[in-house]
Each structure stands twice: as structure tokens, then as C-alpha cells.
């Protein structure tokens, strides 16, 4: 149980496309979900907090315009990169908060999406 | 930054010894986790410790949490060339909602 899955999970785009990433709850109702941004060998940086049925709270220097997040249901939420140039090529990880808390306030992570912008 | 760090940041070891890796954080927690990235994948959840517990284990891993010292430890004991992988610890804040990651260490085991 606890399944989080991403969607696409490896995607290549022209600079100034719009890219937008899906995170799934498969098994569970998750009231919040959370985006990290992983550059290659560093740690994984929070982004923002997505609250379904609410807007997201963004991380200090993460662009809200830049980077929309939308958390529709319970078992849904997208990021979507606006606009996207090479700098945004990244690995994106989401995670997902199970309604009530779960053991611990345990998160489930999903495999990541890698973007690739040219 | 709430970016808690970790140490080393690297870590080469032959098969069958142990490695350590240490975490330092820097706000009260509700809990310390640990996870396992292998190169380009997503995470491994290994093991948590909830802020009034010392010690725990889970295999050949074993995790130490010092609140005093805002530090935790992550052991793995008799090392395989499968262990190879970056690890992470996380940390769940008191009052907050997010996770925070420390900074990582790659591990190497040689065989």
C-alpha cells in the first residue's frame, strides 16, 4: 500500500514549452502533497506544499508563476513548469501526506520525473 | 536554511565493512527519517526515528538520534556492493508540515 506514481516520468522539451507533471496517490487519500526539485548529486529541495482544495505555499525563491501547482482531488496534484528553459531541467520528486497523518506523519515519494529542457 | 547537513559527503568502502554516516539538523523534530537514492531513481524509505527515541534498528541498519546534539547517525553493518547509493535523512519538523532533506552522502562500496 502507500503507492505515490508520477507521470511522465522522463520528459524532453523545447525551451519555452510548458511541461506539466502529474503525482498520483494510487492506494490512499492524500489531503497534502509536497514538490522537490533535485539537481544531479545534490539533495532534494523543497518547493512547495500542495493542500488539496487550497493554493499552494511555495518555498522562499521557488517562482509561483514559474512553477503552477494545482491539487485538485485527493489523490491528484500537478506541477506544471511554465515556460521552461534549460535552467529548469531537473529532477522533480513529489510526495504525498496520507489523510489524518498516517504513522508518524509518514510521506510516500514517488519515483520522480526527469525534465530535460533544450 | 531549514537544509540540514550531512557527513561525509562521500564515502568509499570495501564489501563487508561498515559505513557511517552522520546528520545534523537545526530545528526541533517530530521525527528523523532515513532514504536510499540510487543514481537517477526516486526514494527508498529505510528506516524512521521518532524525536524520543536513541536508537533503532532494521537489519543491518541502525539509526542513532541525538536531540541535544540536533544529530542522528545511520550505520550499515557488513556492507554489499549493492548498498552503493546516495542516502539521505529527513527531517520532520514539530510544527511544521514538510520535510526537510540533509544534504546526502554517496556512498561507494567496492567489492
Known amino acids: 500500500g502507500a503507492v505515490v506514481s508520477q507521470h511522465p516520468s522522463r520528459v524532453i522539451c523545447k525551451s519555452g514549452t510548458s511541461v506539466k507533471i502529474e503525482c498520483r496517490s494510487l492506494d490512499f487519500q492524500a489531503t497534502t502533497m509536497f514538490w522537490y526539485r533535485q539537481f544531479p548529486k545534490q539533495s532534494l529541495m523543497l518547493m512547495a506544499t500542495s493542500n488539496e482544495g487550497s493554493k499552494a505555499t511555495y518555498e522562499q525563491g521557488v517562482e509561483k508563476d514559474k512553477f503552477l501547482i494545482n491539487h485538485a482531488s485527493l489523490t491528484l496534484s500537478t506541477l506544471t513548469v511554465t515556460s521552461a528553459h534549460p535552467e529548469d531541467s531537473s529532477f522533480y520528486i513529489c510526495s504525498a501526506k496520507i489523510l489524518g497523518g498516517g504513522l508518524h506523519n509518514e510521506q510516500f515519494f514517488g519515483p520522480g520525473t526527469r525534465l530535460t529542457v533544450l | 536554511s531549514q537544509q540540514g547537513e550531512e557527513d561525509p559527503q562521500a564515502l568509499s568502502i570495501q564489501e563487508g565493512e561498515n559505513a557511517t554516516m552522520n546528520c545534523s539538523y537545526k530545528?526541533?523534530?517530530?521525527?528523523l527519517q532515513w532514504y536510499r537514492q540510487n543514481s537517477g531513481r526516486g526514494l527508498v524509505h529505510l528506516i524512521l526515528?521518532?524525536?524520543?527515541?536513541r536508537e533503532k534498528h532494521s537489519g543491518r541498519l541502525r539509526v542513532t538520534l541525538d536531540t541535544s546534539k540536533k544529530s542522528s547517525s545511520l550505520l550499515i553493518t557488513a556492507s554489499r556492493a549493492a548498498d552503493t547509493a546516495s542516502y539521505f535523512c529527513?527531517?520532520?519538523?514539530?510544527?511544521?508540515?514538510?520535510?526537510?532533506f540533509g544534504t546526502g552522502t554517496s556512498l561507494t562500496v567496492i567489492p
Open positions: 529527513a527531517t520532520y519538523e514539530d510544527t511544521g508540515n514538510q520535510f526537510y
Open positions: 526515528i521518532r524525536s524520543n527515541e
Open positions: 530545528t526541533s523534530i517530530n521525527n
